[in-house]
């Protein structure tokens, strides 16, 4: 029994591979090592498989947000290891899921918009470049995290046309005081400011919104992709910001002069082609 796990910093998909072959999709929250603790990492799996299960993997292929630091990547062999006491576990960060779950063995540039955000080159084997992402406090430019923190900006700043700001009030019961609570006080702050982005897909329709996502996405270009010395026009996407917004993507990238590859909410099946070729 073998697994595949992608993680984002809202949520982790577990493949279960017997003989090679998907037998079974779990799911559980997201295991981004900077967010998580330990005790939360445990229940987190063992809600999803027993003890018995535990024991007859063999090997984890775990990728992951967060894991770009050798500190984070051996915390999180170390805690998989405790629970998976059988298994060969690699860890592998999310951002060479993306790749080869777009690529393969095949080279190209890939970008990561989902909860947050990322991006590199990739030369079919390995990262060969990539402009380092910050985090949500610093960074993740054109990620949910980023599209929810100017939404609530525009909010509390007063920048929001009535008709979007009454929507905005209608759709969240919420106020200040709580939005400040948890986007400060939350143990996962950036799951929670990312909640509000599908807010922006709710309303795209309307002028405000559209551009609040285009001025989003052209952020993240600037601060990524038009960094990399390549001849590489096309760029590949996953992530679900990018495959529910991909046609304002698209249109930013080729005001970059990039052209919009493929486009998936996750490299899940890539990822499992990649182990099973």
Same mark, same amino acid.
């Given at each position: 029994m073998?697994?595949?796990?992608?993680?984002?910093?809202?949520?982790?998909?577990?493949?279960?591979?017997?003989?090679?072959?998907?037998?079974e999709?779990?799911?559980?929250?997201?295991?981004n090592?900077?967010?998580?603790?330990?005790?939360?990492?445990h229940?987190?799996?063992t809600?999803?498989?027993?003890a018995e299960?535990c024991?007859?993997?063999?090997?984890?292929?775990?990728?992951?947000a967060?894991?770009?630091? !050798?500190?984070n990547?051996?915390?999180?062999?170390?805690?998989m !290891?405790?629970v998976?006491?059988?298994?060969?576990?690699?860890?592998?960060h999310?951002?060479?899921?993306?790749?080869?779950g777009?690529f393969?063995?095949?080279?190209?540039?890939?970008?990561i918009?989902?909860?947050g955000s990322n991006?590199?080159?990739?030369d079919?084997?390995r990262?060969?470049?990539n402009?380092?992402?910050l985090?949500?406090?610093?960074?993740?430019?054109?990620?949910?995290?980023?599209i929810?923190?100017?939404?609530?900006?525009?909010?509390?700043?007063r920048e929001?046309?009535?008709d979007?700001?009454?929507?905005?009030?209608k759709?969240?019961d919420t106020?200040?005081?709580?939005?400040?609570?948890?986007?400060y006080?939350d143990?996962?702050?950036?799951?929670?400011?990312?909640?509000?982005?599908?807010?922006?897909?709710?309303?795209?329709a309307?002028?405000f919104?559209?551009?609040l996502v285009?001025?989003s996405f052209?952020?993240?270009?600037?601060?990524y992709?038009?960094?990399? !010395?390549?001849d590489?026009e096309?760029v590949?996407?996953?992530?679900?910001?990018?495959?529910?917004?991909?046609d304002?993507?698209e249109?930013?990238?080729g005001?970059?002069?990039?052209?919009?590859g493929?486009?998936?909410?996750?490299?899940?099946?890539?990822?499992i082609r990649?182990?099973?070729?």
């Amino acid at each position: 029994m073998q697994l595949i796990a992608e993680s984002g910093s809202t949520k982790t998909t577990w493949v279960v591979l017997q003989d090679g072959r998907e037998v079974e999709r779990r799911a559980s929250v997201g295991l981004n090592p900077f967010y998580v603790t330990s005790e939360t990492l445990h229940s987190s799996i063992t809600e999803i498989f027993s003890a018995e299960e535990c024991l007859k993997v063999e090997k984890v292929h775990f990728y992951g947000a967060g894991c770009s630091t !050798k500190e984070n990547v051996d915390w999180l062999s170390n805690e998989m !290891k405790q629970v998976f006491t059988k298994a060969q576990v690699q860890i592998n960060h999310d951002l060479l899921a993306a790749a080869r779950g777009s690529f393969g063995s095949s080279a190209g540039m890939v970008a990561i918009l989902g909860t947050g955000s990322n991006s590199c080159l990739y030369d079919g084997e390995r990262i060969v470049d990539n402009v380092p992402a910050l985090g949500f406090t610093l960074g993740d430019e054109g990620g949910g995290a980023w599209i929810g923190r100017q939404i609530l900006k525009a909010r509390y700043y007063r920048e929001m046309p009535a008709d979007v700001e009454a929507a905005f009030d209608k759709t969240f019961d919420t106020n200040l005081a709580e939005v400040l609570h948890h986007a400060y006080k939350d143990e996962l702050p950036n799951r929670y400011v990312a909640s509000f982005a599908p807010f922006a897909y709710d309303h795209i329709a309307t002028p405000f919104m559209r551009e609040l996502v285009a001025k989003s996405f052209n952020a993240f270009i600037n601060a990524y992709l038009v960094k990399y !010395k390549t001849d590489q026009e096309e760029v590949s996407v996953v992530g679900s910001i990018g495959f529910y917004f991909k046609d304002i993507l698209e249109e930013e990238l080729g005001k970059h002069g990039f052209v919009l590859g493929t486009v998936a909410q996750s490299p899940i099946e890539g990822l499992i082609r990649y182990h099973n070729s």
